[in-house]
């Protein structure tokens, strides 16, 4: 089986050097850097791993090893990026990032060009409009843990901060909403 | 909707905002004015006998003993807030309107950010509730920048920026909130719509050593999206506005201490 790349319910902004992408099945937007997103336009269903390595050094300037190409399709099947994701064979399954780093020896400024996929989950519109802050991004030095940063809005947020974060009719829940003027 | 139609209403108001017609119908018209001050800043007058939604504010008759005076707030016939405070009923009602109009305009992109102006170009604070945004918000404003907004970015198509300006709402020493208009700042508030000139990640971290990280285009992007109001219902508009902001004007990310200091740093990007 060859790698074959989604593009059905999808969105895609080209960016100089990045790919954008906008699932609209599963609500996630991706960032592919420029690895990431050559090696996903290669993904046509006809061209083989070994091709794809070999089409690197021209491309991108990476090594030709077909380690860099597993390496993309694992980040790209999480993604919810293939169609068709071929099995990697037993030595690409254990290389992450910063092994493949050492075992091509790779200094920092190729080290950067390794594929790389950053995930950005889409809330809804309720969520995205209210959703609340939890620790570390929201500022609880004075409370503790995220019953804290509901307290400090007014109701009717707090209450909403407190549904958000715990479970209905859990304790947690019951002392958040008390805590709640 | 027919059980909350045969309720006694007196009248109402019904305005345009972002495209939206909006009504609101009331059982007392003593509370009109109050509410006319929850409208958003661009609301205006429109008789129009149909509105795309429509709320309805319940005012509690005169309790009899034993029985409490709940006041009620529905939108359509979807009850929002139940209950014997009536301010309560109108903090919902501009919380919920702000919602509204950020989730459902048919054409500006709401993104979820803090807003101010310098230099004939907007500084965006992108960032969920509680990170900070207001605070810093307000320590921009003391600097001497205009305030759009500290809760909603406002773009049209062409990635400008529209102000949004509600009064901010404050963190006080005692975990409380106060509202504050920009005046108290000596600060003016925005009218023309501008470009974006700086797009500021920057969550609050108590100690935190500011230290700045240059997103890339992509990262941008990536972090404008996950903080725009109706990104699951208008991704295809909102992406190529987004895209073009995040090519267009510089955006950072950090975590960073006191308001103050920030303020002043942000400032420089656009000096």
């Given amino acids: 089986m060859n790698p074959r790349g989604r593009q059905d319910q999808l969105l895609v902004e080209e960016l100089p050097g990045e790919l954008l992408v906008y699932d609209l099945i599963r609500n996630q937007a991706h960032c592919l850097n420029q690895a990431a997103a050559f090696i996903w336009q290669q993904c046509d269903g006809r061209t083989t791993v070994r091709e794809i390595a070999a089409r690197l050094p021209g491309a991108l300037g990476l090594p030709d090893d077909e380690a860099l190409v597993w390496l993309a399709l694992d980040r790209l099947g999480r993604a919810g990026l293939l169609r068709d994701q071929p099995p990697p064979p037993a030595a690409a399954r254990q290389l992450g990032r910063r092994d493949l780093i050492r075992k091509l020896g790779l200094t920092g400024s190729v080290a950067v060009l390794l594929p790389l996929i950053s995930t950005a989950e889409i809330p809804a519109a309720a969520e995205a409009a209210s959703r609340p802050c939890t620790p570390p991004d929201c500022d609880c030095a004075s409370t503790a843990g995220t019953q804290g940063c509901c307290q400090k809005q007014k109701k009717p947020e707090c209450e909403t901060c407190c549904n958000n974060n715990f479970g209905n009719g859990s304790k947690a829940h019951d002392e958040c909403i008390l805590g709640c003027t | 909707m027919g059980k909350l139609d045969r309720l006694g209403w007196a009248g109402g108001i019904s305005f345009q905002s972002h495209g939206l017609c909006i009504g609101i119908r009331v059982n007392d018209l003593e509370v009109v004015p109050r509410i006319q001050n929850s409208l958003p800043h661009d609301a205006v007058a429109d008789p129009a006998p149909v509105v795309d939604y429509l709320y309805s504010v319940y005012i509690g008759t005169r309790p009899r003993r034993g029985v409490q005076n709940f006041h009620q707030l529905y939108l359509e016939t979807d ?193």
């Fill in chain 2, 79 to 271: 009850r929002l807030a139940r209950t014997v405070d009536l301010e309560d009923i109108f903090e919902t009602l501009e919380s919920q309107l702000d919602f509204l109009i950020a989730s459902e305009a048919p054409h500006d992109i709401f993104i979820h950010a803090g807003a101010v102006a310098w230099n004939e170009r907007v500084i965006i604070l992108p960032g969920p509730s509680m990170s900070g945004k207001t605070m810093l918000v307000a320590a921009l404003l003391q600097a001497g920048a205009t305030y759009y907004s500290d809760d909603f970015a406002v773009l049209d198509e062409n990635g400008a920026v529209h102000p949004f300006p509600r009064p901010l709402s404050l963190r006080q020493a005692d975990g409380g909130r106060r509202k504050a208009e920009a005046v108290e700042f000596n600060a003016p508030v925005g009218v023309q719509p501008l470009p974006v000139g700086l797009v500021a990640d920057t969550a609050y971290q108590p100690g935190a050593t500011w230290r700045a990280h240059t997103l890339t285009p992509g990262r941008a992007l990536l972090t404008l999206l996950k903080n725009t109001v109706p990104a699951q219902t208008r991704a295809r508009d909102a992406l190529p506005v987004l895209r073009d902001i995040a090519l267009r004007a510089p955006a950072i990310k950090g975590r960073r201490d006191e308001a103050d200091q920030m303020a002043h740093l942000l400032l420089q990007y656009l000096s």
